[in-house]
């Protein structure tokens, strides 16, 4: 069955990095585009950034737009956030997701989530 396992999260002070790693399995990655998606306490969950199948495209909330980088090496099936200048506001549990789907259509249609991982930025 298909498997997207996140890692990477952590606990970090605000302006710090983090790095989260999803590793796929169980589909042909490179047919997916891949994405993040994040969900803060008693808010809804939230589009964060995708990259299409072969990496060329990318998008991204404006709110994380020159902070946040999304990757991808296929070889490897996995699917990178690099998050720079972390803020109060993006704690949050964050989610890898696979859609078969343009990278412009994941917010909208995907097809299998990770299980989160914990990101929380201090003061």
């Not at 008693?42 to 995708?50: H, L, M, P, S, T």
Request: include cysteine; glycine fraction near 14%.
């Amino acid at each position: 069955q298909v498997q997207l396992v996140e890692s990477g999260g952590g606990l970090v002070q605000a302006g710090g990095s983090l790095r989260l790693s999803c590793a796929a399995s169980g589909l042909t990655f490179s047919n997916y585009a891949m994405g993040w998606f994040r969900q803060a306490p008693g808010k809804e969950r939230e589009f964060v950034a995708a990259i299409s199948w072969r990496g060329g495209i990318t998008v991204y909330v404006d709110s994380v737009k020159g902070r946040f980088t999304i990757s991808r090496d296929n070889d490897k099936n996995t699917v990178y956030l690099q998050m720079n200048s972390l803020k109060l506001d993006d704690t949050a549990v964050y989610y890898c997701a696979a859609g078969s789907g343009s990278a412009y259509r994941l917010k909208a249609g995907v097809d299998y989530w990770g299980q989160g991982t914990q990101v929380t930025v201090s003061s």
